[in-house]
C-alpha cells in the first residue's frame, strides 16, 4: 500500500504542472503516504449522524448530540495521544497535505472547520468526518456563508466511504440533500452507503414499511435510476432482539450492523480502491481537457493567423495605394519632387498604420467572437475530437468523464489565456499511458 500511494503521489508532483497550464484541480493534489482511510458521515438534520459517530468511538462522547442542531460545521477526527479540539485556519494544518486543497474554500469555510484529536482504537485505523445536517431554511432564501455544497463534494473525493443517513422521522429529503445527492456525489457511487438510521425505534412492520418505502421513493426522485443503492437499516448503541417500540424483531436490522461495522474492520483496501478511483479519474479528465483546450487552441489559432497574413497583405496594399495616390496628385498640381515624396511617404505610413490599427482590432474580435462560437460549441468539439472512440460502440465512460469536465471546461475556452505547451502532444500521451497503467499498480 505504502509503495502504491508513493507511486500515486509522484504522478500527481509530476504532472502537476501540466494541469495548473490547463487549469485542471486534481481531486488529490497529493497522496499521503501510508495514509489512513477517510469515512464521512453526511445526512438530514438530526439523523444520527454524530450519535453513530460517538457509538464507534466509544465513551466518552466526541461529538455533541440532540434533537436541535448542535453543529454547523465540519469536524475531522483523527488519532493522538492526548485529546485536542483546533478550530478555524488553524485546523488544516493538523491534516494530512491531501486536505491542502480545502484551504480554496477561503476563510469563512475555515472558521466552519474543526479538528479534533482522540486516543481511540478505531482512529488508529481510520479518520471520521462528521458534517452539519441538512436542513431547509423556513423561507427557502437562507444560505451558509461559505460553498457547502462544493465543501460537501470535495470532502466525499477525498473520502474514502461516504455514508449518508436518514431517520424515521424525517425520511424525506431536504432541498440540500437533493442538490448532494445531484451534483456532488455523482461518480463516485461505489463509496455511498445509504443508512436507515434509529431503526430501532419503528413500532412495527407496517411502520418500517411506510418509512422504507417513503425513502425509496424520495431517493428515486433524486437519482433519476432504475436502480436505488442498497439501504442499511441500522441504530447505535447496544444490540437488541426487539424494537424499544414494540416487538418488533430487529434480527435483519443487526445483520445490516454487522455488515456496516465489517467496513471498518479492513478499511485499508477501501483507501487503495479509492486512491486508485481518484488518480484514473483525474489523469483521464485531465488528458480529456488537454485534447479540447488544445482543440480550440489551435482553431483560433488558425484565425489568427489568416487574420495576420490578411491584414499585411491589407496593409500593404492599402499603403501603397495610398503612397501612390498621393505622389500621382501632388505632381499633377505641379509641386516639386521632394515634397511630393514627403507628402507621398506621409500619406503612406499613415495609411498604414490606421490599417495596421484597424486589423489588430478586428484580429481581437475575431477572436474573441471565435472564442464565443468554440465555448457555445463545446459538445460539438467533444464529438470531433473522439469521433474514433465514438464510432466504434459504446462510450458511456467518455460521456461520464465528460459530464464532469464539461462546464468547466467551456469556462475556460471561453475567457483563460489559451495556448499550447511545448510537446503537448507527448505529454497528453505519457499521461493517457499513466492512466492505463494504474490498474497494474493497483494489483501490485
Known amino acids: 500500500m505504502k509503495n502504491f500511494e508513493k507511486t500515486i503521489d509522484g504522478v500527481y508532483r509530476r504532472f502537476a504542472p501540466v494541469a495548473k497550464r490547463y487549469y485542471y484541480t486534481f481531486t488529490r493534489p497529493s497522496v499521503t503516504v501510508d495514509g489512513k482511510p477517510t469515512m464521512l458521515f453526511l445526512g438530514n438534520h438530526s439523523s444520527g449522524k454524530s450519535s453513530l459517530v460517538n457509538w464507534l468511538l466509544g465513551e466518552p462522547a466526541v461529538q455533541d448530540t440532540g434533537v436541535a442542531p448542535t453543529d454547523d460545521g465540519f469536524t475531522v477526527i483523527v488519532h493522538g495521544d492526548r485529546d485536542e479540539d483546533v478550530f478555524g485556519p488553524a485546523a488544516i494544518a493538523r491534516l494530512p497535505g491531501e486536505f491542502r486543497v480545502l484551504e480554496s474554500f477561503g476563510p469563512s469555510f475555515l472558521q466552519h472547520l474543526r479538528v ?92 418500517f414499511a411506510r418509512t422504507y418505502g417513503t425513502l425509496c421513493w424520495n431517493l428515486s426522485r433524486v437519482l433519476r435510476t432504475k436502480d436505488l443503492p442498497k439501504i442499511l437499516t441500522i441504530y447505535s448503541g447496544a444490540e437488541k432482539t426487539v424494537a424499544d417500540g414494540g416487538d418488533m424483531s430487529l434480527a435483519d436490522f443487526n445483520r445490516h450492523r454487522s455488515e456496516f461495522l465489517a467496513i471498518f474492520d479492513a478499511p485499508a483496501s477501501r483507501r487503495k480502491d479509492s486512491v486508485y478511483a481518484a488518480a484514473y479519474t483525474d489523469f483521464a479528465g ?46 499633377a498640381h505641379g509641386f516639386g519632387p521632394s515634397l511630393a515624396g514627403a507628402v507621398s511617404w506621409l500619406a503612406g505610413i499613415s495609411a498604414t498604420v490606421l490599417t495596421a490599427g484597424f486589423t489588430v482590432a478586428c484580429s481581437r474580435m475575431f477572436a474573441r467572437a471565435q472564442r464565443k462560437a468554440l465555448a457555445d460549441d463545446i459538445d460539438g468539439m467533444f464529438a470531433s475530437e473522439y469521433r474514433n472512440q465514438t464510432a466504434v460502440g459504446s462510450f458511456d465512460d467518455l460521456r461520464q468523464r465528460w459530464s464532469g469536465i464539461r462546464d468547466e471546461t467551456r469556462e475556460i475556452i471561453a475567457h483563460a489565456p489559451l495556448s499550447i505547451p511545448l510537446f503537448a502532444t507527448k505529454k497528453r500521451k505519457a499521461l493517457d499511458a499513466v492512466a492505463s497503467d494504474l490498474l497494474k499498480l493497483l494489483d501490485k
Open 116 to 207: 479534533k484529536t482522540r486516543n481511540r482504537d478505531l482512529l488508529k485505523n481510520a479518520t471520521l468526518v462528521d458534517s452539519p445536517g441538512m436542513i431547509d431554511s423556513a423561507e427557502g432564501t437562507a444560505t451558509r456563508d461559505y460553498d457547502f455544497e462544493g465543501a460537501v463534494k470535495r470532502f466525499a473525493e477525498l473520502s474514502d466511504m461516504v455514508f449518508f443517513l436518514f431517520d424515521p422521522d424525517k425520511p424525506g429529503t431536504t432541498g440540500e440533500t437533493v442538490n448532494v445527492f445531484a451534483k456532488c456525489l455523482r461518480g463516485i457511487e461505489f463509496k455511498l452507503r445509504v443508512l436507515l438510521n434509529k431503526c430501532d425505534a419503528f413500532t412495527g412492520l407496517y411502520d
Open 286 to 331: 485531465l488528458s480529456m481537457r488537454m485534447r479540447i483546450v488544445n482543440r480550440a487552441a489551435r482553431a483560433i489559432r488558425r484565425r489568427k493567423l489568416l487574420t495576420f497574413l490578411f491584414g499585411c497583405a491589407a496593409t500593404a496594399l492599402i499603403g501603397l495605394g495610398a503612397f501612390l495616390s498621393a505622389s500621382g496628385a501632388m505632381r
